[in-house]
């Protein structure tokens, strides 16, 4: 079993910048593909940014946060992080994080992630 616990959301103007944590529990944290997503009311849960296991080295990102979001981990810590700066408007929702336990490569389907946190809430204004 994997619990998450999002942390870090709140409200920034646009052009600001919000550090997202993810604290994970469970034996086998490193083991774990982890990602982001969000969901703004009224629409679907998407996809923000993904890492692979143990060193990270494999990211991806969606399309419009490339350039400003960052995700990075740090397994002593057993925790993901997500930065995120040049904050738009358009970037406030609930952001989620999940855990993927299957093959250690970050994937961008949600309905793919095993575990889920209960969610971080990030306004941004205009």
């Known amino acids: 079993q994997v619990q998450l616990v999002e942390s870090g959301g709140g409200l920034v103007q646009a052009g600001g910048s919000l550090r997202l944590s993810c604290a994970a529990s469970?034996?086998?944290?490193?083991?774990?593909?982890m990602g982001w997503f969000r969901q703004a009311p009224g629409k679907e849960r998407e996809f923000v940014a993904a890492?692979?296991?143990?060193?990270?080295?494999?990211?991806s990102y969606a399309d419009s946060v490339k350039g400003r979001f960052a995700i990075f981990r740090d397994n002593d810590r057993m925790t993901v992080y997500l930065q995120m700066n040049s904050l738009k408007p358009e970037d406030t929702a609930v952001y989620y994080c999940?855990?993927?336990?299957?093959?250690?490569?970050?994937?961008?389907?949600?309905?793919?992630?095993?575990?889920w946190g209960q969610g971080t809430q990030v306004t941004v204004s205009s």
């Open positions: 999940g855990a993927y336990i299957h093959n250690g490569l970050p994937t961008i389907f949600p309905n793919e992630y095993d575990y």
């Open positions: 469970g034996r086998t944290f490193s083991g774990y593909a």
């Open positions: 890492i692979s296991s143990w060193s990270g080295d494999i990211t």
